[in-house]
């Protein structure tokens, strides 16, 4: 069943700001990376759309609570850890959007099984793997309340540092590729924010 991608994007609108922004960068960059390893259109269209809406979870958390500056307490973070959880008991109410919920409900999934759901390696379907490594790319590159914004240099540095341990080793080396031929065809303009150019 074909997804609808203009519904997905109707949703994602009407997300807070920041979030909006992380889910366009996240979506665009899981796309370039799933070109770049052979995905099909079909596979490629429910990636982009499940990467527009894997943070989805978060509209049901308070705003206050997700851009709090500092450290979260053990009870704040376990409010946060729900959004997989939430996001994907909301996408499964949509007819046909049931071939993203892996990517939802899995996007905080480790490689070394010390993730939200604990499944490790290739357990985890390998879009919700591609999901995690541009959602960590675009949480280093963009300012946030609680962090200092990490150079080019110093986010892939920090994603080949967590190869094996948070990331699948083979995505992280097809991703740096990628992301490295995507600035040298977009030097002017390297932060796009739409997955569907
Ligand atoms: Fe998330």
């Given amino acids: 069943m074909k997804l609808d991608t203009e519904l997905a994007k109707n949703i994602v609108d009407i997300f807070p700001g920041e979030l909006r922004a992380h889910s366009y960068n996240v979506s665009y960059l899981s796309v370039r990376l799933a070109e770049y390893i052979g995905y099909n259109n079909e596979r490629i269209q429910a990636l982009a759309i499940g990467a527009l809406l894997h943070d989805i979870g978060k509209t049901k958390i308070q705003e206050k609570l997700l851009n709090k500056p500092g450290r979260l307490t053990e009870e704040e973070f376990g409010i946060v850890k729900k959004h997989t959880v939430l996001g994907s008991e909301l996408i499964k109410n949509f007819n046909g959007y049931q071939s993203i919920l892996p990517i939802i409900l899995y996007h905080h999934e480790r490689w070394d099984g010390a993730g939200y759901e604990r499944l490790n390696g290739n ?3 390998e879009p919700a793997q591609i ?3 541009a959602d960590a790319f675009d949480a280093m590159t963009t300012s946030r309340p609680y962090q200092k914004t990490k150079t080019l240099f110093e986010t892939l540095h920090e994603l080949n540092k967590n190869k094996g341990l948070q990331f699948s080793p083979e ?5 740096e590729t990628c992301i490295i031929k995507l600035i040298k065809r977009t030097s002017s303009n390297f932060h796009p924010i739409t997955p569907f150019t």
């Fill in 123 to 125: 357990e985890i379907p």
């Fill in 131 to 133: 999901v995690t490594i």
């Fill in 171 to 175: 995505l992280v080396e097809q991703f």
